[in-house]
């Protein structure tokens, strides 16, 4: 089964793709209405050393559909995205959303922002 997964951070880059993937994704342009863009740091050394960044992006949602945060769609197999739920670390938590076409993927978030 394929997953589409949005991205607008570092799984676009191809150094994470292949450190977490062992590929590079075919990607298309997509964007997400009623998220801004934040940032979270991160500790992780695995993530740290592949992605070479302390700082990185988390979506925050608002409500407000004229908020939107461009990206990435990336088409996985169910594999893949355990491989993304991996990289992702505990400061991400995945959750499904619409896209500007209507399409539901898969986005990861900031957990501490995500009501359990």
């Keep these: 089964m394929t997953q589409l997964l949005f991205s607008y951070g570092t799984l676009q880059l191809a150094s994470v793709q292949e450190a977490t993937f062992g590929k590079r994704m075919p990607m298309r342009a997509a964007s997400l209405p009623g998220y801004v863009l934040d940032t979270v740091a991160i500790t992780d050394p695995h993530v740290l050393a592949v992605s070479g960044s302390s700082e990185h992006p ?17 088409e996985l197999t169910d594999d893949d995205l355990a491989a993304a739920d991996e990289y992702e670390v505990d400061d991400y938590t995945r959750v499904a959303v619409t896209l500007s076409t209507g399409e539901t993927a898969w986005l990861y978030v900031d957990g501490a922002s995500v009501e359990v």
């Design 58 to 74: 988390f979506a925050r949602a608002t409500g407000n559909a004229h908020d939107l945060v461009d990206g990435v769609v990336l």
